[in-house]
C-alpha cells in the first residue's frame, strides 16, 4: 500500500480557500486517492476520491498531476464547521475494495 | 436508512473480560473492516472482510476476532480484555466508493 505524507496541521481563517497536500510518491497503476474528514468523537466521513486531473464535488475538489505522485485537497471559503482532520489515503481499488491505511491526518483549525 | 450502526456506544471491562463490539449495515456492501482510534491518533485497521465467509487481519489483529457469517454483521470479540485495548473502534462499510463509518464504541478497560 502506498504510504502517504501530509502536514500534521494547518490554521486558516473563515472565508478562505485551503488546500491540502498529500505526497504519494509509491503509488501504482492501480491505485486511487481518497480524502476523509473526522470531526472529534466522529467517524471519519468521505469527501472525494480521484485517480487522475481534477476531480469535484458539492463540499471539495481534488487536483492530481500527471505523474500522480502528490494531490491536493481544495477547500473553498472554509467556515469554521470545516476544522477536523484530514486524512488523505492510497489504495487498490481492484476487487471493487480498498483496504484503507490510515495515516496520521491534517488536523485544520479554521479562526473566525 | 440507518447506514452502519454501532453497539454499545459506551462500555467499560475489567482486564481479563471479554465481549463483543456489534456492527451492523442495511447498505448490502460486501466489504466491511474494524479499526481502533487511540486518543489523538490516526485509526489502525484491526480486521476486515470482503464478503460472507471472508475475513483477514489488518495492522493490529493481536487480541481480536472476527466472524462474517452474514452480508450485514461483522462482530468484534476482545477475548480477553487489556488496558492496551482501551480505544474507541470503528466499523466502516463500502465497495469501490467511499465508506461510511458507524458513531464508534468507546471502549476503557480497567
Known amino acids: 500500500l502506498a504510504k502517504t505524507t501530509q502536514p500534521i496541521s494547518m490554521d486558516s481563517y473563515e472565508g478562505q480557500e485551503v488546500n491540502i497536500t498529500c505526497s504519494h510518491n509509491?503509488?501504482?497503476?492501480?491505485?486511487?486517492i481518497t480524502w476523509y474528514q473526522q470531526f472529534p468523537s466522529q467517524g471519519p466521513r468521505f469527501i472525494i476520491q480521484?485517480?487522475?486531473t481534477k476531480v469535484t464535488n458539492e463540499v471539495a475538489s481534488l487536483f492530481i498531476p500527471a505523474d500522480r505522485k502528490s494531490s491536493t485537497l481544495s477547500l473553498p471559503r472554509v467556515s469554521l464547521s470545516d476544522t477536523a482532520v484530514y486524512y488523505c489515503?492510497?489504495?487498490?481499488?481492484?476487487?471493487?475494495?480498498?483496504?484503507?491505511?490510515f495515516g496520521a491526518g491534517t488536523r485544520l483549525a479554521v479562526h473566525p | 436508512n440507518a447506514g452502519v450502526t454501532q453497539t454499545p456506544k459506551f462500555q467499560v471491562l475489567k482486564t481479563g473480560q471479554s465481549m463483543t463490539l456489534q456492527c451492523a449495515q442495511d447498505?448490502?456492501?460486501?466489504?466491511m473492516s474494524w479499526y481502533r482510534q487511540d486518543p489523538g491518533m490516526g485509526l489502525r485497521l484491526i480486521h476486515y472482510?470482503?464478503?460472507?465467509?471472508?475475513?483477514d487481519q489488518g495492522e493490529v489483529p493481536n487480541g481480536y476476532n472476527v466472524s462474517r457469517s452474514t452480508t450485514e454483521d461483522f462482530p468484534l470479540r476482545l477475548l480477553s480484555a487489556a488496558p492496551s485495548q482501551t480505544s474507541v473502534y470503528f466499523c466502516?462499510?463500502?465497495?469501490?466508493?467511499?465508506?461510511?463509518f458507524g458513531s464508534g464504541t468507546r471502549l476503557t478497560v480497567v
Open positions: 472482510s470482503v464478503g460472507a465467509g471472508i475475513t
Open positions: 480521484g485517480y487522475k
Open positions: 466502516a462499510s463500502g465497495g469501490s466508493g467511499g465508506y461510511t
Open positions: 509509491n503509488i501504482t497503476t492501480n491505485d486511487y
Open positions: 447498505m448490502n456492501h460486501e466489504y
Open positions: 489515503l492510497v489504495g487498490d481499488m481492484r476487487g471493487g475494495y480498498n483496504k484503507l491505511i
